[in-house]
């Protein structure tokens, strides 16, 4: 029974480490294309293999991403 109860648990800590290794790898890696001071942050690709992520901009040394806002004026 308590060679049982030592596989059993063998195996789990087995399977877990497996999982967070899989896990791990597909974790895709945040890059930064950049000039000084503006950039392009790669999340990730999409099914045609086109780069997805978001505009960035360094602030203090610090990546921000850009957010853009839509003005909306009347038609004269």
């Known amino acids: ?16 480490m497996g999982t967070f290794a899989i896990a791990q790898s597909r974790v895709p890696e945040s890059r930064i294309v950049s000039g000084n001071d503006i950039g392009f942050r790669v999340e990730g690709f999409d099914p045609s293999g086109k780069p997805t992520g978001a ?22």
């Not at 029974?1 to 877990?16: E, F, H, N, P, Q």
């Not at 505009?55 to 009347?74: C, D, F, G, K």
């Open 1 to 16: 029974m308590r060679k049982l109860a030592v596989l059993w648990l063998g195996s789990l800590v087995l399977v877990s």
């Open 55 to 76: 505009l960035v901009a360094r602030i203090n040394n610090e990546w921000v991403e850009i957010r853009t806002m839509i003005s909306v004026r009347p038609v004269k």
